[in-house]
């Protein structure tokens, strides 16, 4: 079955360390996102890639990175530069030929320990 | 002011109540219009597609204003597993992004 894979579901992290979320998809959709949700908020855009090797800064980029080597694959950074990185971050795909909105990942819910 | 605004809520209504949800967004160029669903910390999942005729699948109905800017869900014969947050979201189509709401949250009681 095609889908949206996120891993790992949770992920603790040390003041000061870098970590990475993993985002996979096998639906062969163009665009690929990364966002945001702090409890009882909707959802931020942080970045977003439409392309392979092309991605752009969301509304709250600042203390994260992303990279988009492949079609398949938009992994998110969270750096030592994000000062409140606790949070649910959501990954989503979309085929932009049909613009059905998006496909959502599981999630990953970070917490700074 | 926000480009997609929803009432918070929380809706707490009785198992068999009719329910709606309003919503109102801010770019009058907006093509596409959805309503998702999230679950107590889960993913978003899309729950129908609003057109501008109006459209029915099951017990929800929605319906898009295009003059008024407003999108609005209908749930008739609410059901226990219809608790929930409801997230209103637009597509501006020209920069291919979604802009969601802040999500109603929906509590049907027995």
């Known amino acids: 079955d095609g889908g949206i894979t996120q891993s790992p579901k949770y992920l603790f992290r040390k003041e000061g360390q870098n970590v990475t979320l993993s985002c996979e998809q096998n639906?062969?959709?163009?665009?690929m996102y990364w966002y945001r949700q702090d409890p009882g908020q909707g959802l931020r855009l942080i970045y977003y890639s439409q392309i392979v090797n092309d991605f752009q800064k969301g509304d709250i980029a600042e203390g994260y990175s992303v990279s988009r080597e492949k079609k398949e694959s938009f992994p998110l950074t969270v750096t030592s530069a994000q000062k409140n990185p606790t949070a649910f971050y959501l990954c989503a795909s979309e085929d932009q030929i049909t613009i059905y909105g998006y496909t959502f990942g599981s999630g990953t819910r970070l917490t700074v320990v | 002011r926000k480009e997609v605004e929803q009432d918070p809520g929380p809706f707490n209504v009785p198992e068999g109540a009719t329910v709606a949800f309003n919503c109102t967004y801010s770019n009058s160029a907006s093509q596409s219009f959805f309503w998702y669903r999230q679950d107590c910390r889960k993913e978003p999942k899309l729950l129908m597609s609003v057109y501008s005729s109006g459209n029915e699948d099951g017990r929800f109905t929605a319906q898009l204003n295009r003059a008024s800017q407003y999108i609005s869900l209908l749930i008739r014969d609410s059901k226990l597993s219809d608790s929930a947050t409801y997230l209103c979201v637009v597509n501006d189509n020209a920069g291919n992004m979604l802009t969601f709401g802040g999500g109603t949250r929906l509590m049907v009681k027995p």
């Open positions: 639906l062969n959709h163009d665009a």
